[in-house]
């Protein structure tokens, strides 16, 4: 019953910028974290940035300084500003979060998105 819908992912030169968009739908209670993983050809799924169950931020060394999260609890939705894209952030980025709803406590992930960075 829950689902997270994802949008923004594309194609981008270097240095250019992406702004992707989850939101969670459905009989949702409260959601206790809520971010973005992404994954490259032949590597693991990595964490990008999250918002914790306590609120705080965590990003991956890679990406701080030129990455930025934001949600809004009201619309169940979050953000991530993309700047300063560089080849290697391309991948499929997934947005994760864990969901008190209806059925209990769970792990939600999105559909996926492509961002491509290349020249």
């Known amino acids: 019953q829950v689902q997270l819908v994802e949008s ?14 989850c939101a969670a739908s459905g009989s949702i209670f ?6 973005w993983y992404r994954q490259a050809p032949g590597k693991q799924r990595e964490l990008v940035a999250i918002f ?15 990455f930025s999260i934001s949600r809004d609890n009201a619309k169940n939705t979050v953000w991530l500003q993309m700047n300063s894209l ?6 499929v980025y997934y947005c994760y979060a ?12 999105g559909q996926g998105t492509q961002v491509t960075v290349s020249s």
């Open 98 to 109: 864990h969901i008190f709803a209806i059925t209990g406590r769970a792990d939600y992930w």
């Open 86 to 91: 560089k080849p290697e952030d391309t991948a």
């Open 30 to 35: 409260s959601i206790d974290a809520m971010g």
């Open 52 to 66: 914790t169950s306590t609120s705080r931020t965590n990003y991956a060394d890679s990406v701080k300084g030129r």
């Open 8 to 21: 923004g992912g594309g194609s981008v030169q270097p240095g250019g910028s992406l702004r992707l968009s």
